[in-house]
Nanobody
Framework: QVRLVESGGGMVQPGRSLRLSCVASGLLFSVATMRWYRQGSGKEREWVAVIGSHDTTDYAASVKGRFTISRDVAQNTVYLQMDNLQPDDPAVYYC?????????WGPGTQITVSS
């Protein structure tokens, strides 16, 4: 079955970087479209980044130029490199995959930005 597990969250100062990881199983990872979402306190869940079947990528305007999504097929892992973190970035970040008409989510990993 599809399983997604995020890691790498924590507290970081503004302007610094973190890299999130999502280990995937139960899917054909090398050609799977993978997404990152985030949900801040009191906010709706929002899409952040996507990597497609041939590693094309796209980003939400709020993170474009600062975040990078990538894939390591050998490790069955999708990454979200987050640079120049800003006060609006804190949220629970979720890894996402859709297959067979169903959405699959990891449990999330918390990001806090604090000086």
């Amino acid at each position: 079955q599809v399983r997604l597990v995020e890691s790498g969250g924590g507290m970081v100062q503004p302007g610094r970087s973190l890299r999130l990881s999502c280990v995937a199983s139960g899917l054909l990872f090398s050609v799977a479209t993978m997404r990152w979402y985030r949900q801040g306190s009191g906010k709706e869940r929002e899409w952040v980044a996507v990597i497609g079947s041939h590693d094309t990528t796209d980003y939400a305007a709020s993170v474009k130029g600062r975040f990078t999504i990538s894939r390591d097929v050998a490790q069955n892992t999708v990454y979200l490199q987050m640079d120049n973190l800003q006060p609006d970035d804190p949220a629970v970040y979720y890894c996402h995959h859709r297959i067979g008409g169903r959405d699959y989510w990891g449990p999330g990993t918390q990001i806090t930005v604090s000086s």
